[in-house]
């Protein structure tokens, strides 16, 4: 292959985080949540970000999604500067902030307002469709005080699908969940963006859980939040979260992590 050819092969990052400062005051004082972070993630990567409490996590997704703005440094996204959030950029939380006072399908109705250009017929077609993905097709006219917390995450999951946004950004989003709904979703979310292909950033504390889902592990280290180490995981997909393969990948991530955090803390009792 030419030079030239090689050159023009190179395909832009969907999401950069260029050197990103971000600081808090706080009544203890100023807290420095994120010191010269930088990240590149490619269109359709799944990249989990994991780290200890307080390292910046959600921090970055918030700044990502165009909820914050950083101090210093910039965030890109198709190599636009995020300014503000967009429909293109959907953010899921770990609690499912649905309108209680809407049913199913009117909380999809709601985030479809979004997609401007289409009819209420169409909406409705692309509001079952993601029921549909996400098995609730027969809850759409469920209330939300009568689902589960797995079904309410699902629906919230539907809700930031529905715009067709090319980058979705969940921050601990089965962190509430018991073990079983969680397992079920981890296969769930694999299939959905197998068939979808979003760009995925997701925050967890859960070092199996991000080794399950990501093609890429972020490891981040507290007070200044930096990224501190990268992993790559090849295995193939879909992923079972009990398999061995998945708990030695787990275990290799988990001892860098052990280490950053006894080696910051050493580095703390020295100064
Ligand atoms: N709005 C805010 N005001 C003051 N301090 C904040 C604010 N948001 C975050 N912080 C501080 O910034 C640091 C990073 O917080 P952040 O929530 O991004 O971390 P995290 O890694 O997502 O933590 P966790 O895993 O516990 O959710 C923390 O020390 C937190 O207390």
Same mark, same amino acid.
């Given at each position: 292959?030419?030079?030239?050819?090689?050159?023009?092969?190179?395909?832009?990052?969907?999401?950069?985080?260029?050197?990103?400062?971000?600081?808090?005051?706080?009544?203890?004082?100023v807290v420095q949540a994120?010191?010269?972070?930088?990240?590149?993630?490619?269109?359709?990567?799944?990249?989990?970000?994991?780290?200890?409490?307080?390292?910046?996590?959600?921090?970055?997704?918030?700044?990502?999604?165009?909820?914050?703005?950083?101090?210093?440094?910039?965030?890109?996204?198709?190599?636009?500067? *995020? !300014?503000?959030?967009? %429909? /293109?950029?959907?953010?899921?939380?770990?609690?499912?902030? =649905? @309108?209680?006072?809407?049913?199913?399908?009117?909380?999809?109705?709601?985030?479809?307002?979004?997609?401007?250009?289409?009819?209420?017929?169409?909406?409705?077609?692309?509001?079952?469709?993601?029921?549909?993905?996400?098995g609730l097709e027969r809850?759409?006219?469920?209330?939300?005080?009568?689902?589960?917390?797995?079904?309410?995450?699902?629906?919230?999951?539907?809700?930031?699908?529905?715009?067709?946004?090319?980058?979705?950004?969940?921050?601990?989003?089965?962190?509430?969940?018991?073990?079983?709904?969680?397992?079920?979703?981890?296969?769930?979310?694999?299939?959905?963006?197998?068939?979808?292909?979003?760009?995925?950033?997701? *925050? !967890?504390?859960?070092? %199996? /859980?991000?080794?399950?889902?990501?093609?890429?592990?972020? =490891? @981040?280290?507290?007070?200044?939040?930096?990224?501190?180490?990268?992993?790559?995981?090849?295995?193939?997909?879909?992923?079972?979260?009990?398999?061995?393969?998945?708990?030695?990948?787990?275990?290799?991530?988990?001892?860098?992590?052990?280490?950053?955090?006894?080696?910051?803390?050493?580095?703390?009792?020295?100064?």
């Open positions: 292959m030419s030079i030239d050819s090689e050159l023009e092969n190179i395909v832009p990052s969907k999401l950069v985080v260029e050197g990103v400062s971000k600081s808090f005051k706080s009544r203890s004082g994120l010191d010269n972070v930088s990240l590149e993630i490619a269109e359709g990567e799944f990249v989990c970000l994991v780290g200890p409490s307080g390292c910046g996590k959600s921090t970055l997704l918030n700044l990502i999604a165009g909820l914050d703005k950083p101090d210093s440094g910039r965030v890109l996204s198709d190599g636009q500067p *995020v !300014t503000g959030t967009g %429909r /293109e950029r959907m953010v899921m939380f770990q609690e499912h902030a =649905l @309108f209680p006072w809407l049913d199913v399908m009117g909380n999809l109705m709601f985030s479809l307002k979004l997609k401007p250009g289409l009819t209420d017929a169409e909406r409705k077609d692309v509001a079952r469709y993601y029921l549909k993905l996400v809850f759409m006219h469920a209330n939300i005080h009568e689902l589960s917390g797995g079904m309410k995450q699902r629906v919230a999951l539907a809700r930031a699908l529905a715009p067709n946004p090319r980058v979705l950004l969940m921050d601990e989003p089965f962190a509430a969940l018991d073990a079983m709904t969680r397992e079920q979703l981890y296969e769930d979310l694999q299939k959905i963006w197998a068939a979808r292909r979003k760009t995925i950033v997701f *925050v !967890t504390h859960n070092v %199996r /859980e991000a080794a399950c889902l990501g093609d890429r592990v972020v =490891l @981040f280290s507290p007070h200044p939040g930096r990224v501190r180490e990268q992993f790559k995981v090849t295995l193939d997909r879909p992923r079972d979260i009990s398999s061995i393969v998945l708990a030695e990948k787990a275990t290799e991530i988990t001892r860098a992590l052990k280490a950053h955090h006894t080696s910051s803390q050493a580095v703390g009792v020295k100064a």
